[in-house]
């Protein structure tokens, strides 16, 4: 990299951050983390994450929530970034349904506390944050495109990322803030999170301990492998958009699998069968995702690579690892 950037990324001890920071800090940036290691899920590996990161003259860590404007706002100043990657959130579609107030919190507050964090901020030029494909709800218009209508989420938690993305229109209208959303679509692989059905399968199956299965197996899920993620970061993040707007791209495989499939390949992967209990359908889920990658293709040159059956046993070998199993 001929011109190293000084960047700022948020919810830098989760699955997407970690593997961004170690990314980024490969490719020469420099990289301010920022994370408040709630107990979401169990911190443990979260903390393992960025002892994993490891000793980097790059690189610094701050344990600070994103909705706590004035630190925010006292960190991006001093620092004086470039660019701000901002991936802190409260994740779980399920676990919106009995803890909305969080979602509040963190989704909607933390994101305000980031933009006006970026406008009072001189030094950055371009402002990079997570959605989500559960913005497209029930959409039945496969692939979802970005220019799809999302007025309709199933939960709350998409709502959130809907008003962030909204929320992030305004700013760029108002303030002439180059962003870019993010939607992702069912991220997995090694260090991932463990509320994540890939690895409570993995979990369940090594342990011959039965899994759970909602509508009878019959959803599917556009599954995107952490390294195809990361590619397509690592370009947006080291690009200045032309125009001062807020664009929106979808990051996902655009190859859309079925679970019954899906709990085969983790199976295999295992080496051990899947002994499966069916649910109904549950409250906020959604049957399909399927990504349009037309227009990442087309701007960032974006090429998911990695197919279940080559990402679903590198994530098990890393459990199995990390686990000592």
């Given at each position: 990299m001929k011109n190293p950037l000084k960047i700022v990324v948020t919810g830098a001890a989760g699955f997407i951050g970690y593997h961004a920071v170690k990314s980024l800090l490969a490719t020469g940036h420099s990289v301010l983390a920022i994370d408040n290691l709630n107990d979401y899920y169990d911190a443990k590996i979260k903390t393992d994450r960025l002892e994993n990161i490891g000793a980097d003259k790059s690189f610094c860590f701050e344990q600070v929530d994103v909705a706590d404007h004035r630190r925010i706002v006292d960190i991006f100043q001093k620092y004086a970034p470039s660019r701000v990657l901002h991936l802190?959130?409260?994740?779980?579609?399920?676990?919106?349904?009995?803890?909305?107030?969080?979602?509040?919190?963190?989704n909607i507050r933390g994101h305000l506390s980031i933009l006006e964090a970026v406008r009072n901020t001189p030094s950055i030029r371009?402002?990079?944050?997570?959605?989500?494909?559960?913005?497209?709800?029930?959409?039945?218009?496969?692939?979802?495109?970005?220019?799809?209508?999302?007025?309709?989420?199933?939960?709350?938690?998409a709502a959130t990322k809907r008003a962030d993305e909204l929320m992030s229109e305004s700013y760029s209208e108002l303030y002439q803030i180059p962003q870019t959303g993010l939607r992702f679509f069912t991220v997995y692989?090694?260090?991932?999170?463990?509320?994540?059905?890939?690895?409570?399968?993995?979990?369940?199956i090594l342990a011959s301990t039965p899994i759970n299965v909602y509508n009878g197996g019959e959803l599917e899920r556009d599954f995107t492998y952490i390294d195809d993620v990361i590619q397509a970061?690592?370009?947006?993040?080291?690009?200045?958009?032309?125009?001062?707007?807020?664009?929106?791209?979808?990051?996902?495989g655009s190859?859309?699998?079925?679970?019954?499939?899906?709990?085969?390949?983790?199976?295999?992967?295992?080496?051990?069968?899947?002994?499966?209990?069916?649910?109904?359908?549950?409250?906020?889920?959604?049957?399909?995702?399927?990504?349009?990658?037309?227009?990442?293709?087309?701007?960032?040159?974006?090429?998911?690579?990695?197919?279940?059956?080559?990402?679903?046993?590198?994530?098990?070998?890393?459990?199995?690892?990390?686990?000592?199993?």
């Open positions: 802190a959130a409260q994740a779980g579609v399920r676990y919106s349904i009995e803890n909305p107030f969080t979602y509040i919190e963190s371009h402002l990079i944050y997570a959605s989500s494909s559960s913005v497209y709800g029930n959409n039945t218009d496969a692939p979802f495109s970005e220019g799809d209508r999302v007025d309709k989420p199933v939960s709350l938690y692989g090694p260090w991932g999170r463990p509320d994540m059905a890939y690895w409570s399968f993995t979990k369940a970061i690592i370009r947006i993040v080291e690009d200045v958009p032309k125009n001062k707007s807020n664009r929106i791209y979808n990051i996902g190859h859309p699998r079925n679970l019954h499939e899906f709990i085969d390949i983790i199976s295999s992967a295992c080496g051990k069968t899947a002994i499966c209990k069916n649910y109904p359908m549950q409250k906020g889920d959604v049957y399909c995702t399927y990504a349009d990658l037309t227009k990442i293709k087309e701007d960032y040159h974006y090429k998911p690579e990695i197919t279940l059956e080559i990402g679903i046993p590198k994530f098990v070998n890393w459990y199995k690892q990390y686990h000592e199993i």
